[in-house]
């Protein structure tokens, strides 16, 4: 998940959500994936695991 | 029925390699569960439920498969319109004259938010994990690794262990609650490792079944069922379990949040050397009725690189056996040093933190938006209707920073500042 809102990939490239947004420039205020974050809360009771991905800020 | 299924799902493959090994029995059980899981999902649109989080921003829970959504405005709009089952058209019309856009722009909107929603409502499973199915296989170790005996809040328990790394991944944190023996426990748990997976059985009730990898959830469920068991209340009335760590004044309490490696279990200890007490460190279960934070014994743990701070604090940790836990890449000692008698306080703050060389401190306010999405993927939130409605509740009437340190008296005085009221 975390994964999901620090970025996205596109075939050859890797930018930040943050950039993606950018690229859409005006239209992003009318599109889902400007203006929704999907949050998905983990399935289990769970303890410490191996640092992932860090998260990001999810509107920037 | 259940021969016809085992052709036609593709599941086969988990019943064979990975619950054979414990019988019939227990694949029936599972069946019946993915059965019932499937008509659940396959037969109902799932509720949303909106509560606003700021001027701009709304959260929605989708009940069936318990996922959050946060939704800016303008989308939060469409959004409220969906959730009301009001007729497509209708709300392309609405976003048409709303924000003027063409009907075009505005079908083109409300498909996008609708094809948003299809492809995150599709429900997960994991066909692994169990909960709860009473087996007439409960399995009979000759000869388990160890048998330990502990008592918590007056409650005792039986652990056998299988193997000795099973008996790794979790005793260290409940060492210090061990006792020589008890007689007549009141619950039996084991904690099983077959090659590549690993199993609990609680009371000769099959908790669940995990891939090794994941140990960290097994690890989850046996702290979920030994919580459930010191505080007498089963899972549906917890709100939440928060990766976190918490410390309180004995009234009210701060939870640290962040990312493992963000050193919130240091931060932990060094404030329990200054007068603090420590409520629970990486799982930290809130009440659903209350939603007070509830103590758990578990001890600390303290990473290697945090040693050389901690040890003239508590010097038993130069002593404390160390743990290489190979699966999550961490070299840890346990510290069991705080009080461990039963706590329920109310929940003060949220301070996301992070140790940053020469950041002396900065303590700032967070947005609502960016601590909710922090801290839904990191924790497990009750699915069921009433708590994720006091889970929204709850976070939403609380004040969030963001906390980044290095200077420890200074985010020690800020701290207790926060706690009084004094900030």
């Known amino acids: 998940m975390k994964n999901e809102l620090k970025q996205i990939e596109v075939p050859g490239e890797t930018i930040t959500r943050k950039q993606a947004l950018q690229k859409l420039g005006k239209y992003v205020a009318f599109t889902a994936v400007g203006t929704m974050i999907l949050l998905s809360p983990k399935k289990s009771q769970a303890e410490s695991e191996a640092p992932r991905n860090p998260g990001g800020r999810p509107f920037d | ?423």
């Not at chain 2, 619950?187 to 891939?211: A, M, P, R």
């Open chain 2, 1 to 423: 029925m259940y021969g016809q299924a085992m052709k036609s799902c593709n599941i086969c493959n988990a019943f064979e390699k990975r619950l054979l090994p414990f019988g019939t029995a227990l694949i029936i059980k599972f069946l019946e569960s993915y059965f019932m899981y499937k008509k659940n999902v396959d037969c109902t649109e799932p509720e949303i439920v909106s509560w606003p989080l700021s001027k701009r921003t709304t959260i929605f829970w989708l009940a069936g498969p318990n996922k959050y959504i946060l939704a800016e405005a303008p989308a939060n709009k469409v959004m409220e319109r969906i959730k009301e089952k009001e007729d497509i058209h209708s709300i392309i019309s609405f976003c048409s004259d709303e924000f003027n856009l063409s009907s075009e722009q505005a079908k083109a909107f409300v498909t996008d938010i609708q094809q948003f929603l299809s492809e995150f409502i599709e429900p997960e499973m994991s066909p692994l994990s169990l909960s709860g199915s009473k087996c007439s296989i409960q399995p009979k170790l000759a000869n388990p690794a160890s048998k330990r005996y502990y008592s918590i809040y007056g409650i005792s328990f039986l652990v056998e262990y299988g193997t000795a790394e099973i008996e790794l991944l979790i005793h260290p944190k409940f060492e210090h609650l061990e006792v020589p023996l008890a007689q007549d426990p009141n619950h039996h748990f084991q904690v099983l490792k077959f090659g590549s997976k690993c199993s609990f059985w609680v009371d000769g009730l099959l908790i669940g079944e995990w891939n090794w990898a994941d140990s960290h959830f097994l690890s989850g469920k046996f702290s979920m069922q030994i919580l459930q068991k010191i505080y007498q209340q089963e899972e549906d009335s917890w709100m939440a379990v928060l990766h976190a760590a918490g410390i309180t004044n004995g009234e009210n309490c701060i939870l640290f949040l962040g990312d493992s490696g963000n050193g919130k279990s240091t931060l932990s200890a060094i404030l329990l050397a200054n007068g603090l007490d420590v409520l629970a460190d990486d799982f930290l279960p809130v009440e659903g009725g209350s939603g007070f934070v509830c103590r758990f014994p578990a001890a600390i743990s303290v990473k290697q690189k945090a040693l050389e701070l901690l040890i003239p604090k508590f010097p038993q940790l130069k002593e404390a056996r160390e743990i290489n836990n190979s699966t999550a890449g961490k070299t840890f000692r346990h510290l069991a040093a705080g009080s461990l008698n039963p706590l329920r306080v109310p929940c003060k703050a949220l301070v996301f933190v992070k140790y940053e060389k020469d950041a002396c401190l900065r303590f700032e306010e967070m947005s609502g938006d960016e601590a909710f999405g922090h801290l839904v993927p990191d924790s497990w939130i009750s699915p069921i209707r009433e708590n994720a409605h006091r889970f929204i509740k709850w976070f939403t009437a609380l004040p969030y920073y963001r906390m980044t340190y290095s200077d420890n008296e200074m985010m020690v005085q800020t701290i207790k500042k926060l706690l009084n009221n004094d900030l």
